[in-house]
């Protein structure tokens, strides 16, 4: 009891200590920060408890000061996007969210190079590229991530992939050290980046397109649009594909094999459309999507030998980053 006690005393000097030094530095506005703010609020699976903080940064020199701050008070932190590959616990987190988005969302098009600040849509950024003739987003159109998360997971689909089009991006290392990473240097990956592994900041992604009729671009937007609505649950609130797909097998046709379409636990439920998918009912925990991971992972290897990762990023109620 008195750990847990310690723990909330150790919290409350940490918030009070950070929000002091904000106001004194006045390097954020007040309203660029949110207390005990709910999670399920920022994410797509609409599942998660409150975040001791949330901050809405609006430049670099903010993300910067930021990180710094939290670095110096040995406060953790995670940054996210739209939070559409994300399941929160139903606790909340003990930290700093640092959210970036529509508040750094700056586009730019010149000639045939699309720059984007990674708080971005994906979608409004691949519909701002067909309205200038240029190709190469389309496969981007329907993923509901930011330009920051795409670049983070590598996100693709229907043989799209960021890191067909990435021609490189401005990055913060945890040490506030900004610099542009080029193709190689990504390390891209199935779903992989190495943002990942050394805990980079996505500030900004530049991708280089090709000039097609608008007329064209978007009649493929429509295509694959249409191809979503038919085979995914987008009405229904989720986080994705939530499993990657383990090699010579799909995931989805593992799970609707092993007979787990349908299958509920709690508020969850394995999607009826795409058994890829879990949906949220209405009231779902994160507890009740953990539980039914796990028994389409213990079933699935039972029945078939194949050990299903997430897709998704679970994350723990201590945030670290
Ligand atoms: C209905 C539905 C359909 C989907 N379809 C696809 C699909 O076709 N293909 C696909 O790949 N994904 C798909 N996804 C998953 C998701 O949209 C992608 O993974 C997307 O790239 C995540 O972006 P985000 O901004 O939501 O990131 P978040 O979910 O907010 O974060 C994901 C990870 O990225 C990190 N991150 C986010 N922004 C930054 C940043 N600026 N700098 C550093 N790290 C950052 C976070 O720390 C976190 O670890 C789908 C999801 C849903 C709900």
Same mark, same amino acid.
């Given at each position: ?221 429509? !295509? *694959?649009? =249409?191809?979503?609505?038919?085979? +995914? &649950?987008?009405?229904?609130?989720? /986080?994705?594909? #939530?499993? @990657? ?54 079933? !699935? *290897?039972? =029945?078939?030998?194949?050990?299903? +990762? &997430?897709?998704?990023?679970?994350? /723990?109620?201590? #945030?670290? @980053?």
């Amino acid at each position: 009891m008195w750990i847990i006690v310690l723990g909330l005393c150790f919290l409350e000097l940490l918030e009070s200590k950070f929000i002091a030094s904000i106001e004194r530095e006045g390097i954020l506005r007040p309203r660029q920060l949110l207390l005990n703010e709910p999670l399920k609020r920022h994410t797509t699976f609409k599942i998660g408890g409150p975040a001791d903080i949330m901050a809405l940064p609006e430049n670099s020199e903010q993300i910067a000061f930021l990180i710094k701050k939290l670095t110096e008070l040995g406060a953790r932190y995670m940054i996210i996007g739209n939070g559409s590959n994300l399941l929160f616990p139903d606790e909340g987190l003990r930290g700093v969210i640092i959210k970036i988005g529509e508040n750094f969302s700056d586009l730019e098009i010149k000639d045939n190079v699309l720059t984007a600040q990674s708080g971005r849509q994906l979608s409004s950024a691949a519909a701002a590229a067909a309205e200038a003739g240029l190709s190469g987003m389309e496969f981007a159109s329907g993923i509901p991530g930011s330009v920051g998360g795409g670049v983070f997971m590598n996100a693709g689909a229907y043989d799209g992939e960021i890191k067909h089009i990435f021609a490189g991006a401005e990055v913060m290392y945890p040490s506030g050290e900004i610099r542009i990473l080029s193709k190689p240097e990504m390390n891209f990956g199935y779903r992989h980046s190495i943002a990942m592994d050394e805990n980079l900041v996505i500030l900004s992604a530049i991708f280089k397109l090709t000039r097609d009729e608008r007329s064209n671009i978007q009649t493929r937007i429509n !295509v *694959l649009t =249409q191809k979503r609505r038919e085979k +995914q &649950p987008i009405e229904m609130p989720s /986080a994705g594909s #939530v499993f @990657k797909r383990p090699e010579g097998y799909f995931a989805g046709k593992l799970i609707s094999d092993a007979g787990l379409r349908g299958f509920i636990i709690g508020g969850a439920q394995v999607s009826e459309k795409h058994a890829g998918f879990i949906v949220n009912k209405g009231g779902a925990t994160s507890d009740d999507v953990r539980r039914l991971i796990n028994h389409i992972q213990v079933t !699935v *290897l039972k =029945q078939f030998g194949v050990l299903l +990762q &997430p897709e998704i990023r679970i994350i /723990a109620a201590e #945030v670290g @980053k």
